[in-house]
């Protein structure tokens, strides 16, 4: 019969491996072994009497006190001692015999326990047979470690995909933050080039079941082949872009439409912004949230601060910009304006000021459309930036020049100086593209050189920045398409997204 080690559920795992020990017969120590039968050990040689009782099981365990043990020493207890403390040594490995196992915690009662087992004459054969044999009683299941018990199990996009198909079924095991990927390593030691204009389709992402609002490459250049997506849908997922176009993770923190998504600058964690009123920093691998914030009202956007990344801003339905740091959980600042909501927000360059963007509309809204404010002090730096009366759903700033653009309803992009006093560079107008009230997004290449911008009618725009020439329109989705995000490292390689739930990779 097999041998039962019952484990309360413990906060380690050294305590459990270290439970059973018998290179001591000390009896203050504590033992953990049951039995419902009496143990007559001489028959295996361990001890000269056979009427010597080591452990005797009384009545149902679950009746008394964990730590009530009951033995039954021999009157000639003290000689049998110095026996057991000299064969010690011999059988100081006889606890490995058995697996830790775990009762289940809504069981009310214990299941009578078996008796323990008989050593054979060839210790060293009975080991490694009783490991061989070993079986665990129906109705009992194995210890699982602390750690394992509190991860939390996360989503996986395809049920159709078998357990080896698709990543992170397996707690413990990194599936989502691989290494490098084979398309992408090449790129890493070389010098990048020119970016170029990506053309034909490389990959479908289907799986979300609502709009996609923004989709984000990580920017970590060895991990730059994942590819984040926020959808209406309540969800947001990390995708392989770059190769096999698969579902790494569906992740459900949010009980509402998840407006806004970006990767911290480590790459290990996400930042999302709900219309539930919430702000969550969520980990990659394990799904679990490192923190949530409760803003009081729908999140449109959250931005990471470039110097410090544990704080962030986010606006959205409310007059009120609220920075969170995350190593507190506390709302350090407010940045309060005359406005019915916050639509963008763009860190420019050090992350000492900022800009907003309103939904404004008024004759006299141009104090209000675009507003850059000073992050320490919280004061209003500039309210006279974007005379025209338009909102602008969507900002991004160059990766190298000091000058951001502004999406704008009026089907057109407008670029502005980062430096005060904030000038709009009339000369620089990329037009071509629709917006129509969607919150179509707008970025830049790696190297600053080609501006992409979705569009109303489906199509992804490709302009030249500095002289605002249309490179090439590319007809890539029949609902409106909302956010084109060009790669960080592959050249020519771009993502889109649109109204219907679609995502695209081009090359």
């Known amino acids: 019969m097999s041998s039962l080690v019952a484990y309360e559920d413990s906060g380690s795992e050294d305590e ?26 001489s028959a295996q040689g361990l001890y000269p009497d056979p009427d010597w009782t080591l452990l005797e099981h009384h009545g149902n365990i679950s009746e008394r006190s964990s730590s009530s043990l009951h033995l039954h020493p021999h009157p000639h207890f003290d000689q049998r001692m110095t026996y057991c403390s000299s064969r010690a040594a011999q059988y100081k490995h006889f606890g490995d015999t058995a697996a830790p196992l775990s009762l289940p915690a809504t069981q009310e009662k214990m299941a009578p326990l078996h008796s323990l087992p008989h050593m054979p004459q060839s210790f060293g054969d009975g080991l490694n047979q009783a490991k061989r044999h070993h079986s665990v009683p129906s109705g009992i299941r194995p210890y699982v470690p602390k750690r394992q018990r509190l991860a939390t199990s996360v989503e996986t996009c395809d049920p159709k995909l078998s357990a080896e198909q698709v990543p992170g079924n397996r707690a413990g095991e990194s599936q989502v933050l691989l290494d490098v990927s084979a398309r992408v390593k090449p790129y890493l030691t070389q010098k990048p080039d020119a970016a170029g204009i990506p ?9 979300h079941q609502g709009p996609v609002n923004t989709v984000q490459w990580c920017p970590v250049p060895h991990l730059s082949h994942l590819l984040l997506s926020a959808s209406m849908d309540r969800t947001f997922k990390v995708w392989d872009g770059a190769e096999s176009g698969r579902c790494l993770r569906v992740y459900t923190c949010h ?43 729908k999140v449109m956007c959250a931005v990471l601060h470039p110097s410090s990344p544990d704080v962030f801003l986010c606006g959205g339905h409310s007059s009120v910009v609220k920075a969170w740091d995350s190593r507190s959980s506390k709302m350090v600042k407010t940045y309060k304006a005359g406005i019915q909501q916050t639509l963008d927000i763009l860190f420019l360059r050090g992350g000492l000021d900022f800009i907003t963007t309103s939904d404004c509309v008024s004759r006299d809204s141009a104090d209000r459309t675009l507003i850059a404010w000073d992050y320490q ?14 909102t602008c759903p969507s900002l991004a700033l160059h990766p190298l020049e000091d000058s951001f653009v502004a999406q704008t309803n009026g089907n057109y992009m407008a670029a502005f100086s980062s430096q005060q006093p904030y000038r709009m560079n009339k000369r620089r107008r990329y037009e071509g593209h629709k917006v129509e009230g969607y919150a179509v997004q707008c970025g830049f290449s790696q190297d600053g050189t080609i501006l992409a911008s979705g569009s109303a009618t489906g199509c992804a725009h490709f302009y030249d920045y500095h002289n605002a020439r249309a490179l090439h329109t590319l007809r890539a989705h029949s ?5 084109v995000s060009q790669h960080p490292v592959l050249p020519a390689t771009a993502a889109t997204c649109d109204w219907a739930g679609e995502i695209k990779v081009w090359h």
């Open 16 to 41: 459990s491996s270290a439970s059973v020990q018998t290179g001591s017969c000390d009896p203050s120590q504590d033992v953990v072994l049951y039995s419902n039968s009496k143990v007559t050990p």
């Open 199 to 207: 053309r034909r389709l490389l990959m479908r992402l289907g799986g």
């Open 479 to 483: 609902q409106p398409c909302l956010c």
């Open 377 to 390: 002090t919280a004061a209003k730096l500039s309210n006279q930036i974007y005379h025209e009366r338009y």
């Open 255 to 297: 009980s509402g439409a998840v407006r806004d998504a970006c990767w911290t600058p480590c790459g290990r964690h996400l930042l999302t912004g709900s219309f539930d009123n919430t702000t969550v920093i969520t980990d990659v691998e394990t799904g679990q949230q490192k923190v949530k914030f409760d803003n009081q009202f």
